[in-house]
Every structure is written in C-alpha cells, then in structure tokens.
C-alpha cells in the first residue's frame, strides 16, 4: 500500500490534511515524496494538498504523474478520483481504474469502483459492460440487475433505435427468474419497467397479478398498479372495481377517489380537477344520461364510505361529494339547479370540516366554478352557519371557521362593504382574537394570521387603483406587525420581499429573504422572490454565488446518491435521481445565475479597460455565454420556479403590477384580482418562452460588447466581425418580442417626426433606432442606450469616409438619448414612498449602459490617437484620414461630455436626498401612515396587545434607513464612473 511507506509516516500527513492545516501538510507531502519518490500515493495526497491551496495546474501535473505509475490499489484510486473530481476531470480517473482493472481483473472491488465511474459519467453503455463482468464472476443476482438497469436508462429517452436491448435485458432477468425465482420487489419493479417500456402492459399486469405480485408487502401498492395498468388499457369496469377494494381498506386516499370516478366515467387521467379535467371532456364517450346515472352510483358508493366507523379524521368521502357535483356540472347537467348543488356540497363540507386549516386549499378549484348567484348564496349561507354557532362552538373553532369564510369571500371578490372598513375589520379580528395564541409555542403560527394577509391583500389593491402612498405602507405595516409576534410566518415574508423590493428597499428584502432560510433546493425553486432585486443591484451578491455552489455540488451528490442506490438495490429511485440531475442541468434558472454573474464581473472590471479585457478573455470574449445559451440548451431548459408562492400582484418573477407608475382601472384590477388567481399561479408556456428571450439576450451583451469595443482593432476578419455583430443586434431586437426579424424591420415601425431634431440631421432610416417619444417602441431607457451603443459599435467597425456623418450624429443620438432618459428617471424617483418606480431602472443605466459607454469610449479613443512618429521639418497638410479621426473625436467628444453632464445631474440628485435629514423622511413617512387618507390601521396595529407593543416608527425608520442605503451605493457607483470619463485624452 502507499508504494511501501509505512503507515506511521503516512499519519501526519493524513492529520494534518484531515485538520485543513494544508501549508504543513504541503511540507510533509514534500518531504515524503523526496524520500519515496516511486510512491504515487504520496504523490496523489501532495496533489490534493496543492488543489486545496488553490494551485490546480500543479495538482493536475501531479496527478498525471501518478497515474503514469499505473497505481493499482483501492487507496491511491480513490484519492486519484478525489483530486480529478475537484478539477473536474471524472473521465482522467476512469481511465486510472480501467488500467487497473486491466492489470487485476478478478478484483471485484476495483471492478465495482470501475462501474461507479462510469455512474459518475452517466456512461450507460459502460455500465452495463461492467456489471455484467461482475455478474459472471460472482453470479449474484443484484450485479444482474446493475446490468439490466442500465440497459433500461439507456433507452428511458425513447431512443427506437435501442429497443431491442430491452428483450435482451428480459432475457437476461427470465433466465435467472426461471432458474432461480425472483425474491426481490425492487426486481420485480424493474421487470414490469421493461414490460411498460415495450408497452406490454398486459404482460405487467400479469407480473402484477401473478405470483410475484405477493413481493408487495402492502396491499394497497400493489392494486394501485394494478388499477392504474387496467386504466392505461382502458379496462374501466376492472379498474372500479380495484378501486373500490382500495378504497374499502383506505376511503381517505384521495388519488384512488378521484381514479376511481374516472374509471366510472371511462376517463384516463391522473389526479386532478377543475383544469385538467375539462381538459378530457373531448374524450369522453359516454351520453350525459349515462354519465349522470354513473355519478350517481359513484355517490352511493361515497356515500357508504362516509358512514365507516374510524377513529381518523376522513376529509376524502366528504370532499368527494363536492368532485362529484363538479362532474355533474361539467359532463351533463345544465341550469342553475347544478351550480347551486355544487354550492350545497361546499356548504356541506364546510359545516363539517370548516375548522380545518386545509379547507380553503380543498375547495378552492371549485370556487371559480360557481356563477355569481351561487357564489353569493354560498357566502350568505356560511354566514348563517356562523351566527348559529356564535353560542354552541367553542371560540377555537369558531375562530378558524371563521377564517375559513373570510377566505372564501376573498376569493370569490365578496367581502362586501367599503373596503377600508373591511380592512379595519379584518385586523380587529387578528388582534381580538391574540388571546388564543398566547400560550402558544413560539413557532407555532398564531391563529387568525390569515386574516392579516387579505388585510394587506386589500390595501394593495386599493394602491394599485389609486397610486396612494398610504395605502403601500399600511400593507407593510399589517405584516411587520405579524412578523413582529411571530417571525416564522413565510408568506408574511415574502409579501414583504415583493413590496420592499418594489421601493427598492434592498436590505429589508433580502433581510426578510434571508429568514425564509433558503438553502439546498431551495435555492433552485424559491430564488426567485429574490432575483430581480439582486440583478438590478450594482454589486453581485452572495446568493448568487451560492446558488452556483449548490449546482456544483448537487452534480456530485446526486452521482454518488445514485450509487449508494445501486449499492442498495433501490432501482426504482435511480430514475428519479437521473431526472433530477437533468432538471439541474438544464435549469433555466442557473443559467440566468451563471449569465449575470458573468455580466457582474464586467461591471467589476469597468475602471481598468485591461482588467475588463482579461475578464472578456477569461469568457473567450462572450463566445462562452453564447455556448452556454445555444439554440439547443435553450430547448431542453426545465423551470423549477415554484411560482405558487409568489403573491398575486407579482405572478411570475419578471412581471410586478406595483411597478406600474400609473393607477390600475377597474377593468385591470378585475383581470388580476381575485378572480383570475387561479391562471396568475400557472406560469403559461408564452411565459417560458419570454423567460428564454430574456437570458440569450442577456448571454449576448458579453460579446456584443467584445465586438463594439473592438470595432476600430478589426483588420482581416472585419466584415466577418461586423456581419456577426449584425446578427446579434438583430437577434437581440426580435427577442424583444416586437416583431422585428432585421433592424430595417424595426426602422419601419418608427415614426419620424419631420421636425425632430434627429430628422433634421438627414440620418439614413437605418440608424433612427430609438426616438423617446416614439410610444409603440416602449422599451426601457437601458435596453435603447445599450441597443443603440452596439449599432454604433457596428458602424464604427466599417468606418469610412461615406459613413462618417452618421457616426457623429448617431453620437449625438445616444448622447440625447441617456440626457432624456435620465431626467426622466430622475422625476420618477421624486416619489412619497422614496424612490417610486425609478431607482431600479436608473441603477440599472449607470451600472450597464452607461459603464458599456464610458468603456467604449476609452477603447475607441486609444485606438483613434495619432501614432508616435518623429515630426516632420515644416508645415504639411492633415491627412484624409486625420480629419476623419478628428471628426470622430469630435463627436466622442461630445457624447462623453453628455454622459458627463448626465451622471452629474443624477449625483446631484443623490447628494440632495442623502443631505435631507434622516429624521425628516421617518417623520414624513409616519404622516403618511397615520394620516386620514389611509384605512387608520396603523392606529389599531399600535393599540393594547397581550404580546409586546409594536410601533410604526420603527417601520419608519427601517425604510428610511435602507433606501438612504441604496441612494449611497449609487452615489459611489456614479463618482467611480466619473472618474473613468476623465482618463480619454482627445
């Protein structure tokens, strides 16, 4: 072992390493190998010594080194593999075990190493080869299935072409069945896995049936296989029947109710309601008398389900009752008569399990169902239901029944009355009922929390209908109150996160978004409460990297979990944890992580024009994002956003209603509250297809930047260069979702006004890009100065003396372009609640376009400056060339001196906001709280409370505080950009 050292001197060396004092082990591994220099297990522990240090090209070297040596047991391997898998080099230390294997073929141990390698690799074909020289060696029957399994992932994507190793992996299993019997239910789980993908489901219903099927050891799995076979093969009348004897044993499965209704319509579907449903009503082929009259059985059954004497809660029979009026409704019966039924079962459901937290959830999907008649009987009826047990229901229960109506009237938009009283009535409530939750654990939710979330609910709409600060805040303050009791209330939370971030209160957000405790997966569904702020940010955060991380790691830990799998013969769960890697590979929003980490290190870069060209390098000049965001890889993006958290306002991550700088109508408020709550939870396909524009587009501004830097440094390859810079610029204007392929397309949809001043200069159509009052373009200040820096970037690449007058006036058209843009940004950011809608879009200019500006205009200068040559005796005439140079000069020139004037005005704005006295912003923000324009909520939050008093100063103060935060981190951003402006010399 080890090349002959002895273990003694090995020790503190693996201490030393184990302790991470990784310079001492350094030594030691030095010494070590100094005196062993034929040990390759020295030699692989010195390379992970120097890759933990930060040395990898050195670790790489000597990991080469080792495996020269052909190493051949266990411990230098795995410590090979270690170090090639923290370089990311698996298939080096497939090679090293493949030479070993070759030298010692009968060693088992190096031969399952070996298959666990190629599992690391996802190497299907390898696998089997493998498991099959295990299994012939051993003959024991899980090395059988090791091999079968990965012939099994090797045709899982559908491939015809591999179909038939699927019968050879039946034949492998048969043979040993038949001489052996099968005595595993993983086994048998992959052999109806085989049946299925063939499909042969007659065969694995057989499996199933059969004697193998006794492997089960529960019941109930067993014949929910079964009735999910005859359901694929549309044996209706079997399948009720295992549904009925399922649900004889367990009558609250709610997945076997709903297929059992399903059978007996002779419906093929999964577990589901009102959408998915409706969705199958094409293939029903049953008369509505028929379907009606098998309902009708359907509830009979039900009904006897209900009357089963259990010691459980059963919601299943109950809420059953509610499904199958909804299938009345929707398969046959017509009239009122069948909405108000569906409204009776709800009613029902309610008085028996209206105490229950989950019954809102439960009932929800029906609720949209019901016309406006029913809908108001229903609330009226579940406020009868109410006053009738104001004196037999103890408060508790009364309590969450009450709830539970509010919920319903929310949702159905029949709260009723004004809504300031509503609000007012709402918070009474919460605080009239604190006295039930006082000896409550202090994670325990406190009862009545729901109450505070319509609350806040409807003071937003009121904002988003009036604009009125007021409204806003007391929104905030309703939940600052409820985290003030109970700080591990999430969806207070991330209605926080959501309205903090929409007034650009970075640190309240991301300081509540750190109390979610997101981390692991988390980080991969709920980041995107989150993202936007920190993208729109002047510095990259931590999160970011994070998440990064946890993509790394996850590649290894779901790779070795899959092992640990096949080690256990769990094979049913290997599939599951390959569909999970793949959803983390090609997750959309890793991608969007890695693309904007990669723009961030730009804009790290921006005060050293060599450092931003070495980052550039480091990314082969943006041809590296461009590979990352390829047709293809945009195809395969999988969306694990788990959008159902986000509030209703703010349905997916790149649109939010408060960021509207208008009031919302009537007709708008309609459409996205409350009644379409159901749609704004879905992300539709058209958002998915938004979400993928968006990160190519963004993938494409390292290298159009590349490009538009170096447009004057192009020799050979310059109309190569400019016709790929067209190409993007052109892409970049059709993701923009307006209908332009080409930018001549885009040019004919502006409306040039004869007496603009842009007109008057004669520029040809093709360069009028981006005119502000050009209303149907309607883009961002950010996406027209960036848009129209590359195209100038563009023209520079083919500069000539033809081209020279659209180059200065198009210098004259960005210039004017940031100047308009930034004076209205600026009057936007004079708003009651801080910053309005205006702070993000501006840091978004200064932090991108702006730096893309300044940087460009440094590239393009050095490049137009006058060569060192001797000078000549006597006067001589310019050149053509140099007074083309001077010209384009000029016009840099100017445009820098209009971004100059232009981050001045912002500093002046900011120094003027940041000199008020921070006293004087809490206290105008309290007025707005406590003044007689709001709901006068803040007066009740700040009333007596068994729990510790709460104050709307300190609300106050905390806003105040976090936005003269943002307002000096963009004062600094501004001056480091000023500073740039002065380096070119003309």
């Known amino acids: 072992m080890g090349g002959a050292v002895a273990e003694r001197r090995l020790r503190p060396l693996w201490d030393a390493i184990e302790s991470r004092q990784y310079k001492s082990a350094l030594k030691l591994a030095s010494a070590l190998q ?60 497939t090679l090293a075990y493949e030479n070993a294997c070759s030298k010692d073929p009968g060693n088992m141990e190096l031969l399952i190493s070996f298959f666990n390698c190629h599992v690391r690799q996802c190497n299907y074909v390898k696998q089997q080869q493998v498991a099959m020289k295990i299994y012939k060696h051993t003959g024991e029957e899980k090395y059988l299935f090791w091999a079968v399994c990965s012939i099994y992932l090797q045709v899982r994507p559908g491939n015809a072409a591999e179909k038939q190793l699927l019968a050879l992996a039946e034949a492998l299993l048969k043979k040993r069945i038949d001489a052996n019997g099968l005595h595993d239910l993983e086994g048998l789980r992959l052999y109806i896995s085989l049946y299925l993908a063939q499909n042969r489901i007659e065969d694995a219903l057989g499996l199933v049936k059969g004697e193998m099927g006794a492997l089960f050891n529960i019941p109930i799995e067993r014949l929910k296989l079964q009735g999910e076979l005859l359901m694929q093969m549309h044996k209706y009348s079997d399948a009720v029947e295992t549904y009925r004897e399922i649900l004889s044993i367990s009558s609250d499965d709610w997945t076997a109710i709903i297929q059992f209704i399903n059978a007996s319509l002779e419906l093929t579907g999964d577990c589901s309601t009102v959408d998915k449903v409706a969705l199958q009503l094409s293939s029903l082929s049953l008369s509505a008398n028929e379907t009606l009259e098998r309902l009708g059985k359907v509830a009979d059954f039900i009904s006897s389900l209900q009357r089963l004497e259990t010691t459980e809660l059963r919601r299943g029979p109950f809420l059953a009752m509610v499904e199958i009026e909804f299938r009345r409704l929707l398969h046959g019966s017509e009239g009122s008569n069948a909405t108000m039924a569906l409204a009776a079962s709800i009613l029902n459901y309610f008085q028996r399990f209206g105490h229950l937290a989950g019954f809102f959830s439960d009932v929800k999907p029906y609720l949209l169902v019901l016309d406006p008649r029913s809908q108001e009987w229903l609330v009226n009826q579940l406020a009868e239901d109410l006053a009738a047990l104001a004196d037999t229901a103890g408060p508790v229960q009364l309590l969450r029944k009450e709830i539970s109506a509010c919920q319903v009237q929310e949702y159905t938009g029949h709260l009723g009355g004004d809504p300031l009283e509503v609000v007012r009535r709402l918070v009474r409530l919460y605080k009239d009922n604190l006295k039930y939750s006082v000896n409550l654990d202090p994670e325990e939710n406190i009862l009545g929390e729901e109450f505070l979330v319509m609350a806040a609910s409807l003071l937003v709409k009121l904002f988003l209908q009036t604009r009125q600060s007021t409204y806003f805040l007391e929104a905030a303050a309703v939940l600052e109150f409820g985290l003030h009791l109970r700080r591990f209330s999430s969806h207070f939370k991330v209605m926080l996160v959501s309205l903090y971030s929409s007034i650009f209160a970075t640190s309240l957000a991301v300081e509540w978004f750190r109390t979610l405790d997101v981390k692991n997966i988390l980080l991969e569904s709920a980041s995107h409460h989150i993202l936007p702020l920190l993208l729109a940010a002047p510095h990259s955060s931590a999160l970011l990297n994070d998440t990064v991380k946890f993509h790394d790691d996850s590649q290894h830990e779901v790779a070795e979990m899959t092992i640990m799998t096949y080690r256990h013969g769990n094979y049913s769960k290997i599939v599951e944890f390959l569909e999970l890697k793949e959803r983390l590979e090609n997750s959309h929003h890793y991608l969007l992580v890695r693309v904007e980490l990669s723009i961030f290190s730009l804009k790290d870069k921006v005060e050293e024009l060599d450092a931003l060209e070495a980052t550039l390098a480091k990314l082969e000049n943006g041809n590296d994002l461009l590979k990352w965001s390829s047709e293809n890889r945009l195809a395969t993006l999988s969306f694990n956003e788990d959008c159902e958290s986000r509030p209703w306002w703010s349905p997916v991550p790149d649109q939010n209603f408060l960021a509207r700088s208008s009031p919302c109508s009537t007709q708008e408020i309609a459409t996205i509250f409350p009644s379409s709550k159901a749609k704004q939870a879905q ?156 702070m993000p879009a501006l840091v978004k200019v200064i932090t991108e376009p702006v730096s893309w500006l300044v940087l460009s205009a440094q590239a393009w200068t050095k490049k137009l400056q006058p060569s060192s040559k001797k000078k000549r005796r006597g006067p001589s005439e310019p050149s053509e060339d140099t007074r083309n140079a001077s010209r384009i000069v000029d016009g840099l020139r100017g445009l820098v001196a209009s971004t100059t004037s232009a981050i001045e005005r912002v500093v002046l704005w900011l120094t003027k906001r940041s000199g008020s006295r921070e006293e004087d912003e809490v206290e105008a923000l309290l007025l707005l709280l406590r003044s007689g324009s709001g709901s006068g909520v803040v007066e ?22 976090s936005q003269r935060e943002e307002v000096s981190r963009l004062g600094e951003v501004c001056k480091s950009r000023l500073k740039i402006l002065v380096k070119p010399k003309f």
């Not at 005119?771 to 149907?776: R, S, T």
Request: net charge negative; with cysteine; glycine share 4%.
């Open 34 to 93: 100094s005196k062993h220099p034929d040990a390759p297990y020295v030699v692989v522990l010195k390379a992970l010594v120097l890759e933990r240090l930060g040395k990898p090209d050195e670790a790489l070297a000597l990991c080469r080194q080792a495996k020269d040596m052909q190493p051949i047991d266990d411990m230098t391997l795995k410590a090979l593999q270690l170090v090639y898998h923290r370089l990311g080099l698996l298939e080096e230390s």
């Open 683 to 838: 992300v539709t396909a058209t958002d998915h297809e938004r979400w993928r524009a968006s990160v190519k587009r963004r993938s494409l501004v390292p290298r159009l930047l590349y490009l538009s830097l170096n447009a004057l440094s192009f020799e050979k390859d310059r109309d190569e260069r400019r016709e790929e810079l067209r190409q993007h610029l052109e892409y970049y204007l059709k993701s923009l979702d307006r209908n332009w392929s080409t930018i001549d397309d885009f040019i004919s949809e502006c409306k040039v006004v004869s007496d603009h001043p842009v007109y008057k200069l004669k520029i040809p159509s093709h360069l009028i890009l981006l005119l502000p009052q050009d209303e149907k373009l309607n883009l961002d200040v950010d996406a027209q100065l960036s848009i129209l820096l590359f195209v100038l970037g563009w023209e520079l690449a083919s500069w000539s003396s033809s081209s020279e007058d659209r180059i200065v006036h198009l210098m004259a058209l960005v210039g004017k372009t940031l100047t308009t843009g930034v004076t209205n940004l600026l009057q936007s950011c004079d708003d009651t609640l801080g910053f309005g809608t205006g």
């Open 940 to 961: 009740l939050l700040e009333g007596p409370s068994p729990f510790a008093a709460w104050k709307a100063e300190d609300l106050a103060t905390r806003i105040v505080a």
